[in-house]
């Protein structure tokens, strides 16, 4: 029997396809059996800090990104390795405001890439409370690769190594077993081909009780749920929605996610609330991801499109502002983000640290 055969669990089809059948335009809600060791983070928890790459592809981005974030969390910096140290010491005393540059700190720590979510560390919570991060395979890029490691090591946080490539944007957690991936990046990086140990060995290796598969967007390369879909609590989740007028394909695809993800809370039997926040695109096609942005302890970190900001805008700030009640919502500029095909959750990371792990990075105070 095949792995899809004995750990299918639900997935009508759009084209009425045989249960047996793979088709990316429907979802797949999968199972494990197996207990798990723990439970993967999801991104709507209270995080300890934020992880950036210092980069010259988006300065100013990221200037922003750090002003809006420093009040909330310290702020750790990782450099490209095309950026000199000291050129990148100067950049961060000139350009910060001095209350946000005693929150920032820059660390010895090089990596080949900007986009921090791709290869900062998978975090999981053990059954027994720890705080375990994962390393996954990562590409090519050595630098990248590293960065669990050695940050794991620098702030003595546990790090098991996991032998799937499965980048930070590619996985959605609830926080208590809900995950959701697209089938697109699952293919592309060989994971519907492991046969029994996605159920078996993958799903309890993550911390997810329920994967659900869901159509990634269409067009858009890297398969990333993180420009479709994030968990604001573990029965709350954000899914973009489009106009099908203008974007029939990419709404199609969407309303699957919604579809997808409530038929794996069903599963569960557990409650799912689903808020749709506006996706655009602008005048040269670049998506305008709302969904994806950060959750701080206490802010929410909205990429940004325009100044002032279009109704679409003003609609997700609202809409995020009544689903999270007592929370700022906080716009960041994202469009130098945008023109590389990513926003403010593929460019940050918040990160969960032990207690043991402060003092030893930042001065600042916990949260």
Same mark, same amino acid.
């Given at each position: ?29 999968l ?28 300065p ?11 009040p ?11 950026? %000199? ?43 027994? +409370?720890?705080?375990?991060?994962l ?32 980048? +930070? ?27 029994a ?30 420009l ?16 099908? *007028? ?52 206490h ?9 002032p900001?279009?109704?679409? *805008? ?11 009640? +007592? ?11 945008? %023109? ?22 930042? *001065?600042?105070?916990r949260?």
């Amino acid at each position: 029997m095949s792995w899809w055969a004995a750990a299918l669990l639900v997935g009508p089809l759009l084209d009425g396809m045989p249960a047996a059948g793979i088709d990316p335009t429907g979802y797949r809600v999968l199972q494990t059996a197996t207990p798990l060791p723990g439970v993967l983070v999801g991104d709507h928890e209270p995080v300890d800090a934020l992880l950036v790459t210092l980069t010259w592809t988006w300065p100013d981005s990221l200037a922003s990104l750090l002003e809006a974030a420093a009040p909330h969390v310290p702020v750790m910096v990782l450099r490209e390795d095309e950026v %000199d140290a000291a050129q990148a010491q100067r950049w961060l005393d000139a350009t910060l405001s001095p209350a946000a540059r005693t929150r920032v700190e820059l660390l010895p720590v090089m990596v080949d890439s900007p986009w921090v979510r791709d290869y900062g560390p998978l975090q999981r919570r053990d059954a027994d +409370g720890t705080l375990r991060w994962l390393d996954p395979a990562y590409e090519d890029r050595p630098l990248d690769d590293a960065v669990p490691v050695v940050l794991g090591r620098r702030l003595g946080v546990p790090v098991t190594p996991l032998p799937w490539s499965v980048d +930070g944007g590619a996985v959605a957690s609830s926080g208590d077993g809900l995950c959701a991936a697209t089938h697109g990046y699952f293919r592309a990086h060989g994971l519907r081909d492991a046969g029994a140990g996605i159920s078996t060995e993958l799903l309890p290796a993550l911390g997810c009780e329920v994967l659900v598969l869901v159509p990634g967007l269409p067009q858009e390369p890297t398969g990333h749920i993180d420009l479709m879909a994030q968990f604001l609590s573990p029965s709350t989740v954000a899914v973009a929605q489009a106009d099908p *007028e203008l974007e029939p394909e990419v709404a199609a695809a969407l309303d699957t996610v919604v579809r997808g993800l409530r038929a794996a809370a069903d599963q569960r039997g557990r409650p799912l609330t689903v808020v749709r926040l506006p996706t655009t695109r602008n005048l040269v096609g670049d998506l305008h991801a709302y969904v994806n942005g950060v959750r701080l302890p206490h802010a929410y970190l909205l990429p940004s499109f325009t100044d002032p900001p279009r109704p679409a *805008e003003q609609r997700a700030m609202a809409i995020l502002e009544h689903a999270l009640p +007592g929370v700022e919502v906080v716009r960041v500029p994202a469009a130098e983000l945008t %023109d590389l095909g990513g926003a403010v959750h593929c460019a940050a990371m918040g990160l969960l640290l032990p207690p043991s792990s402060f003092g030893l990075s930042t *001065e600042q105070p916990r949260g």
